[in-house]
């Protein structure tokens, strides 16, 4: 079993930055490909960021150049880095962990841990 916890969210104004932290328990964060999503109002899940090994990354269009995934392995913890937010940046922010084989970046269905998600509002 693992359990993820995200942290860092909150209300920040057009511009700002924030830096959200997953927290992973069960086994070290190591040894699974993480990713970031993200749920707005009224949208369905949408993809963040993923990371593989502490080197390979990878990025949705709309995020590549602002956001930026990292990860601490000693500390079991994945960051999202998210600088020049606007008002299209809020959401819920969720961290997930996979281990499967024929795991896919971009696609959440081949996720298999999830944390409970982490409020970012971008005001005007």
């Known amino acids: 079993q693992v359990q993820l916890v995200e942290s860092g969210g909150g209300l920040v104004q057009a511009g700002d930055s924030l830096r959200l932290s997953c927290a992973a328990s069960?086994?070290?964060?190591?040894?699974?490909?993480m990713g970031w999503f993200r749920q707005a109002p009224g949208k369905e899940r949408e993809f963040v960021a993923a990371?593989?090994?502490?080197?390979?990354?990878w990025y949705a269009d709309s995020m590549k150049g602002r956001f930026a995934i990292s990860r601490d392995n000693a500390k079991d913890t994945v960051y999202l880095q998210m600088n020049s937010l606007t008002p299209e940046d809020t959401a819920v922010y969720y961290c997930?962990?996979?281990?499967?084989?024929?795991?896919?970046?971009?696609?959440?269905?081949?996720?298999?841990?999830w944390g409970q998600g982490t409020q970012v509002t971008v005001s005007s």
């Open positions: 069960g086994r070290s964060s190591s040894t699974y490909s």
């Open positions: 997930a962990a996979a281990y499967r084989s024929g795991w896919s970046p971009s696609r959440w269905p081949t996720y298999d841990y």
């Open positions: 990371i593989r090994s502490s080197v390979t990354t």
